[in-house]
């Protein structure tokens, strides 16, 4: 059970048609990958209509994993459209309870920011975090190397576990501090997440604006070799873990949809073609 996805389903150009309009998108993407993760919740809490949309876009076993709320991981640097911390959360949850209830929910992402590190404060903020999101499965994942020290790597995982979060485990550039190690364990039976973010390191931290960073952060494409190596990985973690699900998330080049189909076919599953057109142009 490894499903293999991308990051968002609206820029990855070679999936579509020429003049395929972004209403269409999603259902067209579900014809080449199991699972999505949306990262359009992390800017805003989606509305009802958009949610249930997506439902009848998409077969009944596509799965989601839903990115949370900036503010829910502490990203937001202006103001934040909630009374209070409660509020936030229960919007959010009431936003993606529909996906929850049909079954299709595979993990509610907390993805924290490079200077969420390593201390006692923000251990407790992790576990009144996760007693707020109730029976949702939730997803962490580190982006402050404190939390995989040598020290603390055991430590880590043995809290995550029984703290009920599910491992995101990342492929990413080592890069100092706000970057973290490839950690190759299960804290979940149920699910493990992996999300492929690229090996650039000398864009990783690179400054600037929001569509400039993204530009370069994300700009890599997997070797079939390195990919070969992820295989490995995968079915040694499908030991520990009953579904592995996979994030491309490398795309600031367009290289996140041919990666993704680059491992289904390492692992035997038969991709789909890209549409005619783009097989042309490449």
């Given at each position: 059970m490894i499903k293999i996805g991308l990051a968002g389903w609206g820029d990855h150009d070679d999936l579509y048609p020429a003049g395929t309009p972004s209403s269409d998108k999603l259902r067209i993407y579900s014809r080449?990958?199991?699972?999505?993760?949306?990262?359009?919740?992390?800017?805003?809490?989606?509305?009802?209509?958009?949610?249930?949309?997506?439902?009848?876009?998409?077969?009944?076993?596509?799965?989601?994993?839903?990115?949370?709320?900036?503010?829910?991981?502490?990203?937001?640097?202006?103001?934040?459209?909630?009374?209070?911390?409660?509020?936030?959360?229960?919007?959010?949850?009431?936003?993606?309870?529909?996906?929850?209830?049909?079954?299709?929910?595979?993990?509610?992402l907390f993805q924290y920011p490079p200077w969420f590190d390593c201390t006692r404060q923000h251990v407790e903020l992790l576990k009144r975090t996760k007693a707020r999101m109730g029976d949702l499965p939730v997803a962490l994942e580190f982006r402050h190397q404190s939390w995989f020290r040598p020290e603390y790597i055991d430590k880590t995982l043995m809290f995550m576990e029984q703290e009920g979060w599910i491992h995101s485990i990342c492929d990413e550039p080592q890069a100092g501090e706000g970057s973290v190690p490839t950690i190759?364990?299960?804290?979940?039976?149920?699910?493990?997440?992996?999300?492929?973010?690229?090996?650039?390191?000398?864009?990783?931290?690179?400054?600037?604006?929001?569509?400039?960073?993204?530009?370069?952060?994300?700009?890599?494409?997997?070797?079939?070799?390195?990919?070969?190596?992820?295989?490995?990985?995968?079915?040694?973690?499908?030991?520990?873990?009953?579904?592995?699900?996979?994030?491309?998330?490398?795309?600031?080049?367009?290289?996140a949809a041919g990666n993704a189909k680059d491992l289904q076919r390492l692992l035997g599953q038969e991709p789909r073609p890209l549409p005619p057109r783009q097989m042309e142009l490449l």
């Open positions: 080449h990958f199991p699972i999505v993760e949306v990262d359009s919740s992390f800017y805003a809490v989606q509305p009802e209509r958009n949610i249930r949309k997506w439902l009848r876009d998409t077969p009944d076993h596509f799965g989601f994993i839903f990115k949370v709320y900036q503010g829910m991981t502490g990203h937001t640097r202006g103001r934040i459209p909630y009374a209070s911390a409660d509020a936030m959360f229960e919007d959010f949850k009431l936003s993606i309870g529909p996906v929850h209830q049909a079954g299709r929910l595979k993990a509610v190759e364990r299960a804290t979940s039976r149920v699910r493990t997440i992996v999300r492929f973010h690229g090996r650039n390191e000398e864009g990783w931290n690179r400054q600037g604006s929001g569509e400039e960073w993204r530009a370069v952060r994300y700009l890599y494409r997997y070797s079939e070799a390195e990919l070969a190596e992820w295989k490995e990985r995968l079915l040694r973690l499908q030991q520990s873990s009953e579904e592995i699900c996979v994030i491309f998330n490398n795309n600031s080049g367009g290289h």
